[in-house]
């Protein structure tokens, strides 16, 4: 009896290390990683509490962070976002998977827009090396099927 039990308390104890080692596997999978596009570094996620602090943290790396929002506060994923240059070269065409965009461009005046189900905002910035740019685009919320049928 005594071996059967200690069989059972090491199968028990070796099926909870390799659960622990899947769990802490999947966290690290679910990182955000930068991506590269044309040469333009960028990132973007931050949904949920734990995506966000690694992006807070992995963000201060780059020179422009955007963030997305409707008015009443709550985040916004799936933005597409378009940037292009003075001359009006596109640099970087991406869609955000979450509220936070970073990217990292060389210094100088670019033209940001984004766009969330069909309706753009755009803003002009100004990209330093000395420092984190940092840009919120916000949307009304969409009205209610209800609100519309009067």
Same mark, same amino acid.
């Given at each position: 009896?005594?071996?059967?039990?200690?069989?059972?308390?090491?199968?028990c104890?070796?099926?909870?290390?390799?659960?622990? +080692?899947?769990?802490?596997?999947?966290?690290?999978?679910?990182?955000?990683?930068?991506?590269?596009?044309?040469? +333009?570094?960028?990132?973007?996620?931050?949904?949920?509490?734990?995506?966000?602090? !690694?992006?807070?943290?992995?963000?201060?790396?780059?020179d422009?962070?955007?963030?997305f929002?409707?008015? !009443?506060?709550?985040?916004?994923?799936?933005?597409?976002?378009?940037? !292009?240059?003075e001359?009006?070269?596109?640099?970087?065409?991406?869609?955000?998977?979450?509220?936070?965009?970073?990217?990292?461009?060389?210094?100088?005046?670019?033209?940001?827009?984004?766009?969330?189900?069909?309706?753009?905002?755009?803003? +002009?910035?100004?990209?330093?090396?000395r420092?984190?740019?940092?840009?919120?685009?916000?949307?009304?919320?969409?009205?209610?099927?209800?609100?519309?049928?009067e």
């Amino acid at each position: 009896m005594n071996i059967r039990k200690g069989v059972i308390i090491g199968l028990c104890s070796l099926v909870a290390g390799l659960g622990q +080692i899947s769990v802490a596997g999947a966290r690290f999978s679910d990182q955000p990683e930068g991506s590269t596009a044309a040469g +333009i570094t960028y990132m973007s996620g931050g949904i949920g509490e734990e995506e966000q602090e !690694t992006l807070s943290e992995l963000g201060r790396n780059y020179d422009l962070k955007l963030i997305f929002a409707d008015t !009443t506060g709550h985040y916004l994923s799936d933005v597409a976002v378009e940037i !292009t240059d003075e001359r009006g070269h596109q640099v970087l065409a991406e869609v955000s998977q979450g509220p936070w965009f970073f990217a990292n461009l060389p210094a100088g005046r670019y033209r940001v827009r984004a766009t969330n189900q069909g309706s753009a905002r755009e803003q +002009i910035v100004y990209v330093s090396p000395r420092h984190q740019t940092r840009l919120a685009f916000s949307w009304a919320e969409l009205e209610s099927h209800f609100a519309r049928e009067e």
